[in-house]
């Protein structure tokens, strides 16, 4: 089975500041990984994945994550964060190998505030 | 600009009715997943279909909730008799489907209150 578990339920931030939201999962078996983002009154869209090779991946709106396999973890950052990322971002996990059943879990959520 | 539709946005019912919330997935996705989001649980699976058949709806209570795909741009979500802690956001999200189709759209959501 696997699992995600996002520490930080909550995070506030002030705007041009750095950010990194942390995600570590658990799994017996390899991996993909994702961070989908939600904003207020929206479905989830997906901000960036890691399927395999270079294990820093770039995503939409300036975000990126970085792989670790030795921590289990899949981080996500953004450098300089503008007032429109508050949102609530999501990391989840797949089992590649698992064919015909693709399903996604998700961890709990972290609540990004951007503060001006 | 393809997107997941779903029906109604917004849902108030009293304890006993009968809800039903209605999901248009991509055309040409063929993977269909229900969600339902809440403060306490977060984001659960409830079921998902596959060329509309069910591929595992082990996450829904299966006395009260039901999920069909009478066809391929339709998918069904009912609850009867609905209860208060049944009210949530539920939200629809499609994909291709396959080991490489990796990114699940999904809808906006249908936000239920059961009074």
């Known amino acids: 089975a696997q699992s995600v578990t996002q520490l930080d339920s909550q995070v506030p931030v002030f705007e041009e500041a750095p950010v990194e939201l942390r995600c570590n999962y658990s799994?017996?078996?390899?991996?993909?990984l994702f961070w989908y983002v939600q904003y207020p009154n929206q479905g989830l869209q997906l901000l960036l994945k890691y399927l395999s090779g270079s294990t820093l991946v770039k995503g939409i709106n300036g975000f990126e994550a970085e792989f670790n396999k030795s921590q289990t973890s899949f981080h996500l950052r953004k450098p300089s964060v503008h007032i429109s990322d508050t949102a609530e971002y999501f990391c989840a996990v797949r089992n590649p190998s698992n064919f015909g059943n693709e399903k996604l879990t998700f961890g709990t959520g972290t609540r990004l505030t951007i503060i001006p | 600009d393809a997107r997941v539709t779903q029906t109604p946005r917004h849902k108030v019912t009293e304890m006993g009715q009968e809800v039903t919330m209605r999901c248009q997935p991509i055309l040409g996705h063929n993977t269909v997943f229900w969600y339902r989001q809440t403060m306490m649980q977060g984001l659960e699976l409830l079921a998902y279909f596959r060329n509309r058949a069910p591929l595992d709806d082990s996450g829904m209570p299966k006395d009260r909730f039901s999920a069909e795909m009478p066809d391929a741009t339709l998918a069904t979500l009912k609850i009867q008799p609905s209860e208060p802690r049944d009210s949530a956001v539920y939200f629809c999200a499609s994909a291709r489907g396959g080991l490489d189709a990796y990114e699940q759209f999904f809808g906006p959501g249908t936000r239920l209150t059961v009074l």
């Open positions: 799994s017996s078996v390899s991996v993909y």
